[in-house]
């Protein structure tokens, strides 16, 4: 079956620690994203990727960075530096040809409480 | 720049009620325009999708149509259960493949 997988589901860190998010897709899909959601909040885009080796800040990238070094992968890591990391991560894909608009596909998410 | 309004929740509804929930848009261009349902704890599900003036989606009972005029995309169900509490996300996307979200609508149906 295709989609987006995204481990773990649950994560706990200790304030201080950088801590990765993985976001794997067999979709074939170009395009690759990571957004934020907060409690009753929506969704705030943090990095996004159209292709391998390329990405670019969203809204809320600092205290983030990411790699695109496969097309299937788009890990995402949460440093130390982004001062209220406590939330929940969702992953998206999309086909994503240049100018296009297509919709995106999301991962079940990873809940990260840091403590 | 692009932004999608929704009307603001939780909707309380009682099982077999009529459900509305208004989205408006503001977009340069044409935009495509979707529907998006979170169930709690899980990511967002693809409902329902329009990418032309005119253009209904319908998807499990839900159904929308885009409406360029008000530029508007509601989202309506005829007779909802309660499997179909969740929040209800309506986005938009244009040029450069980039989604902008409303802020979610809450539903609740009771029994």
């Known amino acids: 079956d295709g989609g987006i997988t995204q481990s773990p589901k649950y994560l706990f860190r200790k304030e201080g620690q950088n801590v990765t998010l993985s976001c794997e897709q067999n979709?074939?899909?170009?395009?690759m994203y990571w957004y934020r959601q907060d409690p009753g909040q929506g969704l705030r885009l943090i990095y996004y990727?159209?292709?391998?080796?390329?990405?670019q800040k969203g809204d809320i990238a600092e205290g983030y960075s990411v790699s695109r070094e496969k097309k299937e992968s788009f890990p995402l890591t949460v440093t130390s530096a982004q001062k209220n990391p406590t939330a929940f991560y969702l992953c998206?894909?999309?086909?994503?040809?240049?100018?296009?608009?297509?919709?995106?596909?999301f991962g079940p998410g990873t809940r990260l409480t840091v403590t | 720049g692009d932004s999608v309004t929704q009307m603001e929740g939780p909707v309380t509804l009682s099982e077999e009620a009529f459900l509305t929930i208004n989205c408006t848009y503001t977009?340069?261009?044409?935009?495509?325009l979707f529907w998006y349902v979170q169930y709690p704890g899980e990511g967002l599900q693809l409902l329902l999708k329009?990418?032309?003036?005119?253009d209904k989606g319908s998807n499990k009972g839900f159904e929308a149509t885009y409406r360029k005029e008000t530029t508007s995309f509601h989202l309506e169900k005829g007779s909802v259960q309660v499997s179909d509490s969740a929040v209800y996300f309506c986005?938009?996307?244009?040029?450069?493949?980039?989604?902008?979200f409303g802020g979610g609508t809450r539903l609740m149906v009771k029994p």
């Open positions: 998206a894909s999309s086909i994503a040809p240049r100018g296009s608009r297509y919709e995106q596909y």
């Open positions: 979709l074939n899909h170009d395009a």
């Open positions: 990727s159209q292709i391998v080796n390329d990405f």
């Open positions: 977009a340069t261009g044409y935009p495509s």
């Open positions: 329009a990418t032309k003036a005119d």
């Open positions: 986005a938009l996307s244009s040029a450069g493949n980039m989604l902008t």
